[in-house]
């Protein structure tokens, strides 16, 4: 027994600080320490000397240091390749692994095409809080308590404190800005909305928007429309026709939406435009005199227009997106194809 703990203790401290540089190096360890006639099958055979007494004692000893030499072999053993005799090695000639590499989400991507469009003409980009209160998203639009288009908008209210919304248009940075008051005003402000509507392929609870606004001395319907054609061949191309029809908006007035000759059938009709010719892609107008009053802008001096866009509509009539759940379901295969664009 004396003597067995002896001789474990004389090559306990090799196998501890055994550290390996090759499978060569390795493979020597092994036959030395765990070969047929290696030192712990040798060992191993001294308990035959043992008393029986001792023998269970002894035992758990030997296993022990069976366990610490073969745990150290284990460690190293990566050195080694399947047949367990040629070093693998690092060969650092081969190519390495390309590392797969993001690219920008889609609706990045259109937006800043929606955005670059309008800075070519001097629009510059202005951003807000999703957050609002109920004065920039609704009242200062135009938009008082119970006023009925409210109910256009089915909103998400912070429930601690009605006061604040979650925002469901980017009108409320036109809001900011003209509360500001420099004019002249000329921005685009892309951002994220968000209204309380059940997902499905048409309609999520979030979305973004590209709002633009542009107030000084003279501007007319006239320049809205030649604004927002010169947009249109930009984003669609120069054969793309526009038509304004009617609309309402509380914060503009006269309000239109505009449709765009429909880019998959050139206007013949199919499935993305309902076989009318035609898709709507944005609302627009003169902005309402009360609200440049609401920012203590002088409707008699300064008029101005405002137009606003999806950002998943634009990006569904140029890539046929049909599904609104793709955009937010982070399926590589989808959002992949649009690397080049
Ligand atoms: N804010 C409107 C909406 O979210 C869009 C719009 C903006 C319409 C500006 C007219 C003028 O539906």
């Not at 072999?73 to 081969?94: M, R, S, V």
């Not at 309902?274 to 003169?286: D, N, P, S």
Request: aromatic share 10%; glycine share 8%; proline share 5%.
């Amino acid at each position: 027994m004396q003597s067995l703990q002896e001789q474990i203790k004389a090559h306990e401290e090799e196998i501890k600080s055994f550290n390996p540089a090759s499978a060569a190096e390795l493979e020597a360890y092994r036959i030395k320490y765990l070969g047929t006639k290696g030192i712990v099958k040798e060992i191993f055979g001294g308990m035959k000397h043992v008393p029986v007494e001792q023998k269970k004692e002894a035992g758990q000893l030997l296993n022990a240091f069976k366990q610490l030499a073969e745990g150290q072999y284990e460690a190293f053993k990566h050195l080694q390749d399947g047949d367990g005799k040629k070093d693998a090695g690092l060969d650092i000639t081969l190519p390495g692994k390309p590392l797969p590499l993001g690219t920008r989400h889609p609706l990045r991507m259109v937006e800043n095409q929606i955005v670059s469009i309008f800075e070519k003409i001097g629009f510059s980009v202005a951003t807000g809080p999703e957050i609002e209160d109920d004065w920039h998203n609704f009242t200062s639009l135009n938009m008082p308590e119970h006023h009925p288009a409210r109910d256009m908008q089915d909103t998400f209210y912070v429930s601690q404190n009605p006061d604040w919304v979650l925002r469901t248009h980017t009108s409320s940075v036109q809001a900011r800005i003209m509360e500001q008051g420099n004019l002249p005003i000329r921005v685009i402000c892309p951002g994220r909305v968000y209204r309380n509507e059940t997902i499905s392929a048409r309609a999520h609870c979030f979305f973004h928007q590209c709002e633009g606004l542009y107030i000084d001395k003279n501007v007319s319907f006239a320049d809205l429309k030649q604004t927002l054609y010169y947009f249109v061949t930009e984003m669609f191309g120069a054969d793309t026709k526009v038509r304004f029809r009617p609309s309402y908006f509380p914060f503009t007035e006269p309000s239109a939406e505009m449709d765009i000759s429909c880019t998959v059938c050139g206007g013949k009709g199919c499935s993305l435009c309902k076989h009318t010719g035609w898709v709507e892609i944005l609302g627009c107008g003169m902005v309402h005199p009360n609200m440049l009053r609401n920012f203590n802008i002088d409707p008699e001096v300064y008029t101005g227009f405002a137009f606003g866009m999806g950002v998943e509509r634009i990006t569904q009539i140029k890539y046929q997106v049909n599904d609104l759940r793709l955009y937010s379901q982070n399926d590589v295969r989808f959002l992949k194809q649009f690397q080049s664009i």
